[in-house]
């Protein structure tokens, strides 16, 4: 008995196996070759603006947050190190695919600092921003000018 059940399941699994056409299974868009190091990124990011909050609450002394931030900075031009040297091994065409895709969805976000207006760089402790806010992201105060 336990022998015809044994055959049977593998029957069942080679027909299965033997009949399903790949064009039958649904298309799965691939994963980015850099996707794990975007989340990485991004997660260092949100280390950053934590350790500036825990800072600015009290929560770290100026030693701590600064050997925090230049931690997390190395950290961080590391990942965009490995992300550029992946990108530079593939194809060119490839290469220039997965940029596109990455631009599109946002996840390769940097900060214009150059082209900041006024607006965008609090007048307190003159941080920048790419876009214009409410309050300040570093030290929490209004920003003049803006619309309340």
Not at 24 to 29: A, F, K, N, R, S
Request: aromatic share 6%; net charge negative; glycine share 6%.
């Amino acid at each position: 008995m336990i022998i015809a059940s044994s055959v049977a399941v593998v029957v069942i699994v080679l027909l299965y196996v033997l009949l399903i056409r790949q064009a039958d299974l649904p298309y799965i868009e691939p994963l980015s070759p850099v996707a794990h190091l975007d989340e990485r990124k991004a997660a260092i990011f949100e280390n950053i603006r934590d350790s500036n909050f825990e800072f600015l609450m009290g929560k770290l002394s100026a030693e701590d947050y600064q050997q925090t931030k230049n931690d997390l900075q190395k950290e961080l031009a590391d990942v965009n190190a490995e992300i550029e040297s992946v990108l530079a091994g593939l194809e060119p065409a490839e290469a220039a695919q997965w940029s596109g895709k990455r631009k599109a969805s946002g996840k390769q976000a940097s900060v214009p600092v150059a082209n900041a207006g006024a607006a965008l760089v609090c007048p307190h402790c003159s941080a920048r921003f790419a876009r214009p806010m409410r309050f300040c992201g570093e030290c929490g105060k209004p920003m003049e000018g803006e619309a309340q």
